[in-house]
């Protein structure tokens, strides 16, 4: 089972920051999970929150600032916001990286063009930095953008998150062409990772931090956990 650090190492270091990604590779992450928002300015850059107030002394959604201004915006750590690119060109395939799309309900050109941008980053990931396709996997809560992806970068795997289960979610993710399911902890259970596994499909479980959720999602052959602690939860797998 997998390892993918939730924002990377988010227990003890700023989220999304590269302080962040190479801590979790420290600490032996098979993975590192980041969110991904399409400013204005056509970049995607790597924060969780549309709003700025929660890391930041500032107020406002992120399209309230240039990107210059939110790249100089001061994170603990001395750490700061950084564009998708500019990750991926750090960690150069040193480790499998989720992607999560936070865009909500958007308009056909912003979808477009939300498409093109990725695309051409996944593409320059696999051509000019080290990583293969598989390694990078891209999720989101946004459905009808998984499906619209799924046909559109189909080198790479795509996955809808989802905060329930229903029992027809494998059917739902199939429909979507996508490679796999990216669940709860709240509402795994064995039928949704039989079923995934029957239909081909890889499942992750997020946020999975407690020592009895990683024993359940072992036990129950899940692919992949993130956590906000890689390093004992690295440590919780040995002893199972
Ligand atoms: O990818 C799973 C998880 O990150 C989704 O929740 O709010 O932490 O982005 P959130
Ligand atoms: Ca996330």
Same mark, same amino acid.
């Given at each position: 089972?997998?390892?993918?650090?939730? /924002?990377?190492?988010?227990?003890?270091?700023?989220?999304?920051? @590269?302080?962040?990604?190479?801590?979790?590779?420290?600490?032996?992450?098979?993975?590192?999970?980041?969110?991904?928002?399409?400013?204005?300015?056509?970049?995607?850059?790597?924060?969780?929150?549309?709003?700025?107030?929660?890391?930041?002394?500032?107020?406002?959604? #992120?399209?309230?600032?240039?990107?210059?201004?939110?790249?100089?915006?001061?994170? $603990?750590?001395?750490? +700061?916001?950084?564009?998708? &690119?500019?990750? #991926?060109?750090?960690?150069?395939?040193?480790?499998?990286?989720?992607?999560? #799309?936070?865009?909500?309900?958007? *308009?056909?050109? =912003? #979808?477009? /063009?939300?498409?093109?941008?990725?695309?051409? =980053?996944?593409?320059?990931?696999?051509?000019?930095?080290?990583?293969? %396709?598989?390694?990078?996997?891209?999720?989101?809560?946004?459905? %009808?953008?998984?499906?619209?992806?799924?046909?559109?970068?189909? *080198?790479?795997?795509?996955? %809808?998150?989802?905060? &329930?289960? %229903?029992? &027809?979610?494998?059917?739902?993710?199939?429909?979507?062409?996508? &490679?796999?399911? +990216?669940?709860?902890?709240?509402?795994?259970?064995?039928?949704?990772?039989?079923?995934?596994?029957?239909?081909?499909?890889?499942?992750?479980?997020?946020? @999975?931090?407690?020592?009895?959720?990683?024993?359940?999602?072992?036990?129950?052959?899940?692919?992949?956990?993130? =956590?906000?602690? $890689?390093?004992?939860?690295?440590?919780?797998?040995?002893?199972?």
């Amino acid at each position: 089972m997998l390892v993918v650090a939730h /924002r990377g190492a988010s227990h003890n270091c700023p989220e999304n920051t @590269v302080l962040a990604f190479e801590q979790a590779l420290v600490e032996g992450a098979d993975g590192i999970e980041l969110d991904v928002h399409l400013h204005k300015s056509g970049e995607l850059i790597v924060c969780h929150d549309h709003y700025i107030d929660r890391i930041s002394s500032l107020d406002g959604d #992120l399209n309230d600032f240039t990107l210059k201004q939110l790249q100089q915006i001061a994170l $603990p750590q001395n750490q +700061h916001i950084s564009l998708l &690119s500019e990750i #991926l060109r750090r960690i150069n395939g040193r480790c499998i990286v989720n992607i999560e #799309l936070k865009t909500a309900d958007c *308009d056909k050109n =912003t #979808l477009a /063009r939300l498409c093109r941008v990725l695309e051409q =980053t996944l593409y320059e990931a696999t051509t000019s930095f080290n990583f293969k %396709p598989k390694q990078l996997i891209v999720s989101s809560f946004n459905h %009808p953008l998984i499906g619209y992806l799924a046909n559109k970068i189909s *080198d790479f795997p795509v996955s %809808p998150l989802t905060a &329930s289960c %229903p029992l &027809s979610l494998s059917g739902f993710a199939t429909k979507l062409n996508a &490679s796999g399911l +990216h669940v709860t902890i709240d509402c795994l259970n064995k039928e949704i990772v039989d079923d995934a596994k029957k239909n081909g499909l890889y499942v992750w479980v997020y946020t @999975v931090d407690r020592a009895q959720d990683i024993e359940r999602c072992y036990a129950l052959g899940v692919d992949a956990i993130i =956590t906000n602690t $890689p390093a004992s939860t690295i440590q919780e797998l040995k002893i199972i």
